[in-house]
């Protein structure tokens, strides 16, 4: 630390670090726009020109170090003046559009025009004009004649999202922002770009126009998506959200959110919406009252369990509820006698044993890898700002290693990579497990052949001082994850390293810790969905040709349940399965809690009311407990319900366990075309498949077969061509698409999409020929 002065005051500084951050830490403001405390130095507006004792003329703070007994004056003559003529030129050419403009009321360059502009200008000459530009659905460039060129959006591509899509061309005041030939901006993390613009170039086109921020009340809210958790600000009028921003948590989400974070929002106020409870009655939907619609749910329930037993109902959940609705729902489903609850709705392999699978270590943490192995992941479009914080770590020296099916590229250094059908993934890991036991001199889990990239990734692990082994959302929904698990427990074990699970959705370490899951031999996901005698099914925001890991053989099993209870904040296709359709409250109208990829409890309050007479879901399931006789449902508040679920909340970390004690299976590979299925970052839960700006993006469009270059040779394809894809006697006709990076006998299908929700399961045998 140094010790400099500030305004006549002495302050401590961290030696290195630049002027305007030790500033900003001691309390002191210097304006400025092109600096940002996430991104690199610029230092190209000039705002933030301060004087500096000894210095022949201002100098920027953004770029000048702080050095021991340096003498620093933000608010002399000579500083003012300097910062005034700044102003002076940022405005010559900005079109003072403020009254029309969707910044106005949040403008940096509007609030510090107030402080340093001037009350006439001396610039007579015509003003530059720049055209607008159409970037895609979610990133308004409209009125690029605002840009002051702080280079912000460019620099957070690069250095953030980890892809340039906009850049500055031209010199002078002929200078603009661009993309790269017209191309659109396709980055999932692309809408920050809009909170970084200064002024009002990048706006947000869902929002354009809707409303101004003074307008807007404010309330604190947790993403639904994935498991990162990160902290959002809802903002409402006239109990609509019209827009959500990021709110800034250094320890989950830094001061950035995920497109689908920010923009699935448009779901909420769209025509989809279940707003009153429906009963079929002679095939015939009719809306029906609250109380009659309970009533018959009671009383199905009960007359199954008096017919069948309790063995005969059956509950399914979506990861993305939260952890009141969760608990309620597996105290109903105990309640009863039973023990059928499960919300593993894509895993295959259901023998991992219990214990609460979680990061294995805190999210920021991330940053500070060292060694990092990653298997059996999607990891750009699973886990977006994981995969932000692992670019960080990558960019500082971290040696990211890949065992996976597909060679997606991370936007990042990727040292080593084993890509091979999924089959294939235990002995993969095996390999790197016996390159580790060689390289120790112990014995190896499970046979194994110590290859050029075993040897690779084990001595990359071994020489890490802070190492971790992170198993994807593929590698929790494989056939084979439970060895798939343990060989990434004993390889983290001997190399120094932390196991980790990146976790698929908001709330899948909460719904572990709650219960929602077989204890006492109850049916697993798996068994519920493969049709194993159900009476009844209750289904909380699942929608089975989406969700499951084998859609086709979901779909039969609701069909040939007795009775199906769908509760859903949306149209789905329970129309043609369901016999009561029970409307919930969806995000931001109900209060409740979830627990993130690192065990952070995280709870918040609805933003707005549920729309027409959809109710948030935990006061149906508590008052339908109530109305089947049951104990343990009279709860008044959310927060009642998730102390019940919770209990202590210092106690949940000893519950976070990823230990395993499962033997290693290593089946090889029978070589038949298998079908990898990743979930389209757009397709994963119901409000993204219904927000239309994320519907429209490159990310969303629709679902293409890609095929290896010796399966697209040996049934002579072309561009443009066609597949008909087989799988478990149902098939889908889908675009062909070459993709080298394939092993040979793979064939990747995204599942979650309407064009796939016929085909089977997510990992297996697949026939694909010509259409």
């Known amino acids: 630390m140094v010790e400099i002065e500030i305004d006549g005051r ?11 951050r030790a500033a900003e830490e001691n309390g002191t403001f210097i304006p400025h726009f092109c600096y940002h405390k996430k991104l690199s130095v610029a230092a190209s507006c000039r705002m933030c020109l301060v004087d500096i004792e000894k210095a022949p003329k201002p100098m920027p703070a953004c770029a000048t170090p702080v050095t021991q007994g340096m003498i620093v004056r933000t608010k002399s003559d000579k500083a003012i003046k300097a910062q005034k003529s700044v102003m002076e030129f940022l405005l010559i050419n900005h079109p003072l559009d403020c009254p029309i403009c969707d910044q106005g009321g949040e403008c940096q360059l509007q609030d510090l025009a107030v402080g340093y502009g001037g009350d006439s200008s001396r610039y007579t000459e015509e003003k530059r004009v720049v055209f607008p530009k159409d970037v895609g659905p979610l990133i308004s460039m409209e009125e690029m004649s605002r840009c002051i060129q702080c280079t912000r959006c460019v620099r957070f591509g690069q250095e953030v999202a980890g892809v340039m899509e906009l850049g500055m061309v031209n010199r002078g005041e002929h200078a603009q922002i661009e993309t790269f030939v017209g191309q659109s901006v396709d980055s999932e993390l692309s809408g920050n770009m809009i909170d970084l613009c200064p002024v009002g170039a990048l706006t947000s086109k869902p929002f354009r126009y809707n409303a101004r921020t003074w307008e807007l009340s404010r309330r604190k809210s947790v993403s639904p998506h994935d498991s990162t958790g990160a902290n959002l600000i809802v903002q409402v009028k006239n109990g609509k959200v019209l827009r959500v ?32 409870p429906m009963l079929k009655q002679g095939g015939e939907w009719r809306e029906v009252d609250w109380t009659t619609a309970l009533e018959y749910v009671a009383n ?12 005969a109902i059956g509950a399914l ?31 295959a392999d259901f023998s991992q044993g219990a214990g609460a699978r979680w990061l294995g270590m805190s999210i920021a943490e991330l940053s500070n890898v060292d060694r990092a192995l990653v298997v059996g992941s999607f990891l750009r479009k699973d886990h977006p700002l994981f995969a932000s914080r692992l670019r960080q770590a990558a960019k500082r020296g971290a040696q990211i290693s890949a065992v996976g099916g597909v060679n997606d590229d991370w936007l990042m250094s990727v040292a080593n990579r084993v890509t091979v059908a999924p089959s294939a993934w235990v002995q993969a890991l095996a390999d ?10 112990v014995s190896a889990p499970a046979a194994g052949n110590v290859t050029d990239a075993a040897k690779a990734i084990a001595a990359s692990l071994l020489s890490g001082q802070n190492g971790a082994v992170f198993l994807g959302n593929a590698a929790v929904q494989h056939p084979q994850a439970a060895s798939l698990q343990a060989l990434g427990q004993w390889i983290a074990e001997q190399t120094g390293a932390k196991l980790g699970f990146f976790g698929e959705s908001a709330n899948t370490v909460g719904a572990q810790l709650v219960g929602a899951q077989p204890k006492q031999g109850g049916l697993n996901a798996g068994q519920m969905l493969a049709g194993k005698g ?19 053989a979901a779909m039969a099993a609701v069909q040939g349940a007795d009775m199906v209870v769908s509760l859903s904040a949306f149209k789905t296709s329970a129309n043609d399965y369901a016999d009561v359709i029970l409307p919930i409250a969806a995000f931001a109208e109900t209060s409740g809690t979830f627990v993130n990829a690192e065990g952070r409890v995280q709870s918040f309050h609805g933003s707005v009311k549920p729309q027409g007479d959809a109710r948030p879901a935990w006061k149906v399931l508590r008052v339908l407990g109530t109305m089947l006789g049951l104990d343990g449902f009279g709860f008044e508040t959310s927060e009642e319900v998730r102390s ?33 299925a990743d979930v389209p970052i757009y397709s994963a839960d119901a409000l993204v498949r219904r927000a239309p700006a994320l519907q429209a993006t490159a990310d969303a469009k629709a679902p293409a077969a890609s095929l290896p270059q010796a399966l697209w040779a040996e049934l002579g394809l072309s561009a443009g061509a066609q597949v008909k894809v087989s799988q478990d006697g149902a ?11 394939l092993p040979a006998n793979v064939v990747r299908v995204p599942a979650g999409t309407a064009a796939t929700a016929t085909l089977g399961a997510s990992f297996g045998a697949i026939r694909v020929e010509k259409a």
């Open 432 to 441: 790197i497990a016996a390159a580790v036991a060689a390289e120790k001199g």
């Open 245 to 276: 921003v990021p709110f800034e948590n250094e320890d989950v989400n830094e001061c950035w959110i995920a497109d689908r974070d920010r923009f699935s929002y448009e779901a909420l106020n769209g025509d989809q919406r279940v707003t009153k």
């Open 534 to 552: 159900l009476k009844g099914l209750v289904l909380l925001g699942v929608e089975p040709e989406f969700d499951a890991a084998n859609p086709s």
């Open 300 to 311: 199905g329930l009960k007359n199954i369990k008096s017919e069948s037993g309790a063995a």
């Open 317 to 347: 959940a979506t990861e993305h509820s939260t952890v009141e609705e969760l608990f309620l729902l597996a105290q109903l489903v105990r309640g009863l006698g039973g023990d059928n609850v499960d919300t593993r709705l894509r895993q």
């Open 10 to 20: 002495k302050v401590q500084a961290q030696e290195g670090s630049m002027l305007i």
């Open 731 to 741: 098939a889908a006709v889908l675009p062909a698409v070459l993709d080298a990076s």
């Open 644 to 676: 019940a679920a919770l209990g202590d909340l210092a106690a949940l970390p000893a519950k976070l366990n990823n230990a395993i004690s499962a033997s290693v299976n290593v089946v090889g590979s029978t070589g038949d075309l298998e079908r990898l």
